[in-house]
Nanobody, 123 residues
């Protein structure tokens, strides 16, 4: 049984920071490309960030570059997303994803999804 569980979301003010965490069990985390996606009400799912299993290739959406940092701890099967200088536009449900697709794929099809953690940024 594969489980992907996010945590760390919350309600913050613009300019604040949050750190999201994702724990994975039931698969070889160290061989998984891992990503963060988000979806706001009425909008399509957006790829936020991704880190390949080697940790070498890292993707960030233009909207979060310089503000968000993705990292992984293979010893703990944990993925993190440090979010700084949050903006109201960052408000969304954030999903952790374990990918069989490459990090370069914007619409992965072979994915283990978490249930999501809500991030709300007030102005």
């Amino acid at each position: 049984q594969v489980q992907v569980v996010e945590s760390g979301g919350g309600l913050v003010q613009a300019g604040d920071s949050l750190r999201l965490s994702c724990t994975v069990s039931g698969l070889r985390f160290d061989y998984q490309n891992m990503g963060w996606f988000r979806q706001a009400p009425g909008k399509e799912r957006e790829r936020v960030s991704c880190i390949e299993w080697t940790g070498i290739y890292i993707y960030y959406a233009d909207s979060v570059k310089g503000r968000f940092t993705i990292s992984r701890d293979n010893a703990k099967n944990t993925l993190s997303l440090q979010m700084n200088s949050l903006k109201p536009e960052d408000t969304a449900m954030y999903y952790c994803a374990a990918l069989q697709d490459a990090c370069s794929e914007p619409s992965p099809t072979e994915v283990y999804w978490g249930q999501g953690t809500q991030v709300t940024v007030s102005s």
